[in-house]
């Protein structure tokens, strides 16, 4: 179980953005995050998965701090793959950073062998992210920020994209906050839904 406990978090003490923000990720569970923009979601998927640090309150995974080397056990995807990949790394390189997935699952998420002597730049911002979600999918990985990642993607790639999420996640029992700005896509995938607003959460 992932847990955010009483976070607060600002970049300015001055400008303050999330406050005593607390929320419960189980394994298996799809929880939607909707906000408006500059509402603080993908900061606070940031602090789920480690990227930055509360000024008070923590996050703790089955009772335990995140771990700070290794896999990381929550893996935030943001919205633009071509920020997240280095671009001197071939495709192949990229997916194969953490671990190895099989050909069956580079089919189901729609990764073409013939990409992985690519160079990222050489693919569309929805084929890499394709890849980057694949590759976030490490065997060590229980819980997913997605963060927006099928906003670039025409209607049909959107929905392998989320299928092939649903099955891997389904499997192996993963928690995913998926964060949108699409109430219809949240409300499809999430049977809970919160909204980030004034730096607090409310059900939605
Ligand atoms: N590194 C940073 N330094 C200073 N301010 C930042 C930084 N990162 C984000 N912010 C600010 O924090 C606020 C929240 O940003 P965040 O990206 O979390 O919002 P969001 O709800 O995800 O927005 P959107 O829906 O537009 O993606 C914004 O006002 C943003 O400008």
């Known amino acids: ?24 990720l189980r394994a298996g569970q799809w929880l939607g995050l909707s906000g408006d923009s500059g509402a603080g979601k993908s900061t606070l998927g940031k602090l789920l998965a480690g990227y930055l640090a509360p000024q008070t309150g923590d996050v703790i995974l089955d009772g335990e701090a995140l771990p700070t080397c290794g896999v990381q056990p929550v893996q935030w995807l943001p919205q633009s793959p071509e920020l997240a990949v280095n671009p001197r790394w071939r495709v192949g390189k990229i997916l194969r950073e953490a671990w190895t997935p099989s050909d069956a699952q580079c089919q189901a ?54 299928q092939a999420l ?21 409300e499809r995938l999430c049977p809970q839904r919160l909204h980030l607003s004034e730096g607090q959460l409310k059900p939605w």
Request: charged share 20%; aromatic share 8%; with cysteine.
């Open 1 to 24: 179980m992932l847990k955010a406990r009483q976070l607060s978090f600002h970049f300015s003490p001055s400008l303050p953005l999330l406050q005593d923000v607390s929320l419960t």
């Open 109 to 162: 998420f729609g990764v073409q062998p013939s990409w992985i002597s690519r160079f990222p730049q050489s693919l569309s911002g929805g084929e890499l992210q394709r890849v980057c979600v694949l590759r976030a999918l490490a065997p060590e990985v229980r819980f997913l920020v997605a963060d927006e990642i099928s906003t670039m993607l025409d209607p049909i790639t959107q929905l392998e994209l989320w």
């Open 166 to 186: 649903k099955r891997e996640a389904e499997q192996r029992q993963l928690g995913v906050l998926v964060i949108s700005h699409d109430s219809a896509l949240l």
